[in-house]
């Protein structure tokens, strides 16, 4: 029979264009979030982090959005390389030192 | 830093039989956590460590299922007896518990059985 699964949101871009990402998070009383990356075969990695007293942060090629008014967060990825082709999570903490993980997003660059 | 630890990268092994994922933390990081990844539910948190105490177990599965963290540098997850359903991609991350900080994951172990 068919297999039932996740469907995880996916992104196709082309090589050189911005790519944003999105995530609805679920806790008002988040104060921290983090984005990961994982690409195929791998464990997610650290890309950027923000803080709630914040609503900008800037990496390398990468910019990190927080809206906390509508719980939501957005990963901004400049001139997209086929390297960046991934699965990217968001995650939010709460409570202690325990993170939690959205579905992801599947994101494709087409060379 | 070599980061996070697992082993074994691949386990095939028949139904019934007895599994023992392995996981050596970042040194210095003093929390450890469990994930389990499949594509029916995605990234689930099975059991977190502070200072080698387990603090939150709840998502462990079933009985079946048991971890520990007998020193800061080592833990195991333990499935006894192994059922199909327990086919995954299980992943073990360590982060420092005081402060803001994120987590560093291992390669993961798949696990496939049969």
């Known amino acids: 029979g068919e297999s039932v699964g996740l469907h995880l949101p996916t992104l196709s871009v082309q090589e050189g264009d911005n790519s944003i990402i999105n995530c609805a998070y679920s806790n008002s009383a988040s104060d921290y979030f983090i984005w990961y990356k994982q690409e195929s075969g791998k464990g997610p990695q650290f890309i950027i982090d923000?803080?709630?007293?914040?609503d900008k942060r800037q990496g390398q090629r990468v910019t990190v959005l927080l809206n906390k008014t509508v719980k939501h967060l957005s990963l901004q990825i400049a001139a997209t390389q086929p390297g960046d082709s991934a699965v990217y999570f968001c995650a939010e903490k709460y409570t202690g030192n325990q993170f939690y993980f959205g579905t992801g997003t599947s994101l494709t660059v087409i060379p | 830093d070599a980061g996070v630890i697992q082993s074994p990268r691949h386990e095939v092994t028949e139904m019934g039989q007895e599994v023992t994922l392995r996981c050596k933390p970042i040194s210095g990081h003093n929390s450890l956590f469990w994930y389990r990844q499949t594509m029916m539910r995605g990234l689930e948190l099975l059991i977190y460590?502070?200072?080698?105490?387990?603090?939150?177990d709840s998502g462990m599965p079933e009985d079946r299922f048991s971890a520990k963290m007998p020193n800061a540098s080592f833990s195991t997850l333990k499935i006894q007896p192994s059922e199909p359903r327990d086919s995954a991609v299980y992943f073990c991350?360590?982060?420092?518990?005081?402060?803001?900080?994120?987590?560093?994951f291992g390669s993961g172990t798949r696990l496939t059985v049969v």
């Open positions: 923000i803080r709630s007293n914040m």
């Open positions: 460590f502070n200072n080698n105490v387990p603090i939150d």
């Open positions: 991350a360590s982060s420092l518990a005081q402060g803001s900080s994120g987590y560093t």
